[in-house]
Structures are given as structure tokens and as C-alpha cells.
């Protein structure tokens, strides 16, 4: 067994998109490589760490360890330059740095690696969701990156449904991959003590939320299925008297083909008045709105792991799930699943929850049970085994 740490380089772009769930995977490595790895971080000067990352709340390394990649074509679309870093500014770079692996923490897996490479796939969303490859530039991308695959020593993923996804779509043999799942923050917990509640009526009296209501977080883009949960919301709305209003929290992008806008809808249903929009919220906020919450709903067509049922499971909010993809193997039983194509399914489930108290009370008892099987300890641990594995594969 090498007893040496092996000098590994961390693909760190995606500290310029910290809230993201691959912005948040990769600090986590950054946090804690250091006690398996000997670690050489590098970014791109085009996608610059966020400054938010080097706060008290992510507990990463100083930020001029990071080294900001220059690439020769940084004036032209930043798309280019990603690509540039990818394929050949970061293997260069690390070749000059003589590391013994270099670490992928997301979907860009090099043509030509230089040296042994793990690349970790979340989610097959361009290959499985024909939506996210309608442009030449986005099928080149793909087909690029999916190519790329075949020459990594060991692809990490987060789930088995993505596992499977990977050797059904892309021929990846079996060998080569692992399959270890994601984490809940340990910030997401239920509300505890008379000054958390306390704290949480003023974070709901912040946002003008005087009733109770369903919460959705997660983000509007297409495969999040949120039209689903709209037109249920107008069913369930219609055929009871409840109180509830839907919160819907996420940025609204008017336009953009990729992404639902509800707002045309929520008028039409007639709804309007009982659906609020809170756009962006902070992690803090989102803790309160999770344990306030009489229903947690995601009702996305694919997940490649699904961290917002998780986090909200893990405050203690009552969960209901799309059946899809990797969701069932994050909620277990701790949840209701839903086919997420039948808007009638979900409104009656949603009936149910909201209306019958012990139901709702053992939803609350089940989720933070079920959330505590995922730590990034557990996540961690698993990936420096990776490293180690490769490492020692390529000494042999």
C-alpha cells in the first residue's frame, strides 16, 4: 500500500458557481483533501472562485492556492475558454506539476489526459434530456466530453440509476466505475430549540409567509418538471378547502427556452394569489422554510442524485418525490413517490399529506433518519479510497 499522499490536481472551476450541487461537491474536496492528498488546485481565470467560497461559512483553503489558469482565447465567449482549460490549459498544467492523478468533479472528462484521471459524472442530463443539446456547439460539447469518458481511470458518480445510465447510454464498462452518493450539510437540521423557532417566524415574516404552505426548491429549469406541480397545485386548490399557499423558491427566467416560467400558468389556473415567488434565498433562509414546511414536493423528471429532498428531509419536512431516476435511492421510505407525468397522482398525494396529521408527523420522524445515512464523511472517505485505488493501479 503507497504510504505516501498522492499529489493530485483538482479541477476547481466550479468555485466560481459555489451554490451549485457541483459547487458545493467540490468545496467539500477542496475543505478536506489535504488530509489523503497532496493537493494542487486549478481554476480558470475566466470562472474566478467566488468570493462567498472563502468566507467563514466554507471552510476551504486560502484563496491564492488556487491557480487561475490563463487561457489564450479569455476575450472570446467564455464557453470556449471552459473548454480550453478543460482539454488542454489544466492536463498541461498539471503535467508540469508532475501530480499523480488529476480529479474531473464534474461532467468534462479530457480527449487526451496526461496523466491518470478521475472524472466524476452527477448526472447524464445532455445525454438523457435531448432539451440540453439543441445547438451544434452544445452537441459537440457532449459528444466531446462523453468520449473523453473512455480514457479515465475510474469514474465516480452519484447514484446507481446514474451508474446504470452511464454503461446503458455512454458503453461504460462496469469496472470503471464507482458509485458514491452525495451528502446533506450538516447546517440542514430540524428546528431544534425555542430560539430556532423563533428565528424561523422571522425569516417567514421577512418573506410575507402568514399561512401555511408547500414548498419547492430546486430550481426552474425544464427537467425540474415544476409545470407538473403547477397544474397539481390548481387541482388540489379546486377540490379542497385548505389554507395553503405553494412557495416556490428559485430564480424566474423569462424567455429562455431551457427554463419554465410559471407565472403565465399560475394567472391562468387562477392561482395567483396563492403562489409566492421568492427567487434566490440564502442557505440560512432555506433552513426555516424546509422545517416550516407542511410538504416538501420535487417533482423532477431526472436526478442525478437530488440533494434539495434531501436537505429538506434532513429539517424535518414532510417529503413528496418524483419516482424518477435516482430520487427513490435518496428518499428511501422516508417519503412519498409520485409518477412525476400524472399532475392528478400528485395532487391526491398531496391531499393526503396536507390532511391527515399522522401521516405528516411520521414523514417528520422518517427524514432526518433517512438523511443521516448520507455524510460527507462517508462521501469523503470513498473518494480518497478512488484516489488511492488509481494511484496504487497505475505504481503496479
Known amino acids: 500500500m503507497r504510504s505516501v499522499k498522492p499529489r493530485v490536481a483538482l479541477n476547481a472551476l466550479f468555485l466560481h458557481y459555489p451554490f451549485s450541487g457541483t459547487g458545493r461537491y467540490v468545496a467539500q474536496l477542496v475543505a478536506a483533501i489535504e488530509r489523503w492528498a497532496e493537493p494542487v488546485l486549478l481554476g480558470s481565470r475566466a470562472f474566478p472562485p467566488a468570493v462567498s467560497v472563502f468566507s467563514h461559512d466554507v471552510n476551504v483553503v486560502p484563496k491564492q492556492s488556487v491557480q487561475l489558469l490563463a487561457s489564450p482565447i479569455d476575450r472570446l465567449p467564455r464557453s470556449l475558454a471552459k473548454i480550453w482549460y478543460e482539454q488542454l490549459g489544466l492536463p498541461s498544467a498539471a503535467s508540469l506539476?508532475?501530480?499523480?492523478?488529476?480529479?474531473?468533479?464534474?461532467?468534462?472528462?479530457?480527449?487526451?489526459?496526461?496523466?491518470?484521471?478521475?472524472?466524476?459524472v452527477h448526472d447524464l442530463v445532455p445525454i438523457v434530456r435531448p432539451e440540453y443539446r439543441r445547438t451544434a456547439g452544445q452537441r459537440l460539447y457532449t459528444t466531446l466530453v462523453s468520449h473523453g469518458l473512455h480514457f479515465a481511470n475510474r469514474i465516480i458518480t452519484d447514484s446507481q440509476a446514474s451508474a446504470h445510465d452511464l454503461q446503458r447510454l455512454l458503453g461504460i464498462p462496469a469496472h470503471q466505475i464507482r458509485v458514491i452518493p452525495l451528502a446533506v450539510d450538516a447546517r440542514f437540521r430540524p428546528l431544534a430549540t425555542p430560539e430556532e423557532e423563533v428565528w424561523a417566524d422571522t425569516v417567514l415574516a421577512r418573506y410575507g409567509l402568514d399561512r401555511p404552505y408547500l414548498l419547492y426548491l430546486g430550481g426552474l429549469d425544464r427537467r425540474k418538471n415544476v409545470d407538473c406541480l403547477i397544474k397539481a397545485f390548481a387541482m388540489l386548490r379546486r377540490g379542497c378547502d385548505l389554507p395553503h399557499c405553494l412557495v416556490i423558491v428559485g430564480a424566474v427566467r423569462a424567455g429562455q427556452p431551457l427554463f419554465y416560467d410559471p407565472r403565465p400558468d399560475v394567472e391562468r389556473l387562477?392561482?395567483?394569489?396563492?403562489?409566492?415567488?421568492?427567487?434566490?434565498?440564502?442557505?440560512?433562509?432555506?433552513?426555516?422554510?424546509?422545517?416550516?414546511?407542511?410538504?416538501?414536493?420535487?417533482?423532477?423528471?431526472?436526478?442525478?442524485?437530488?440533494?434539495?429532498?434531501?436537505?429538506?428531509?434532513a429539517c424535518g419536512?414532510?417529503?413528496?418525490?418524483?419516482?424518477a431516476s435516482s430520487l427513490p435511492?435518496?428518499?428511501?421510505?422516508?417519503?412519498l413517490l409520485f409518477d412525476p407525468n400524472d399532475p392528478l397522482a400528485l395532487a391526491e398525494m398531496l391531499r393526503r399529506v396536507l390532511t391527515d396529521q399522522e401521516l405528516r408527523q411520521d414523514l417528520k420522524r422518517r427524514g432526518p433518519k433517512q438523511a443521516a445515512?448520507?455524510?460527507?464523511e462517508a462521501t469523503l472517505a470513498a473518494t480518497a479510497q478512488v484516489y488511492q485505488e488509481v494511484t496504487e493501479q497505475v505504481v503496479g
Open 270 to 313: 387562477g392561482i395567483a394569489e396563492t403562489v409566492r415567488f421568492l427567487g434566490v434565498v440564502g442557505d440560512d433562509d432555506v433552513r426555516a422554510l424546509y422545517g416550516r414546511a407542511d410538504t416538501f414536493v420535487f417533482p423532477s423528471l431526472y436526478e442525478g442524485f437530488g440533494l434539495p429532498p434531501l436537505e429538506a428531509m
Open 329 to 335: 435511492e435518496v428518499v428511501g421510505e422516508a417519503g
Open 97 to 120: 506539476a508532475k501530480v499523480d492523478l488529476v480529479h474531473y468533479p464534474y461532467f468534462a472528462a479530457p480527449l487526451w489526459p496526461r496523466q491518470p484521471t478521475i472524472v466524476t
Open 373 to 376: 445515512a448520507f455524510t460527507w
Open 317 to 323: 419536512a414532510p417529503v413528496v418525490c418524483s419516482c
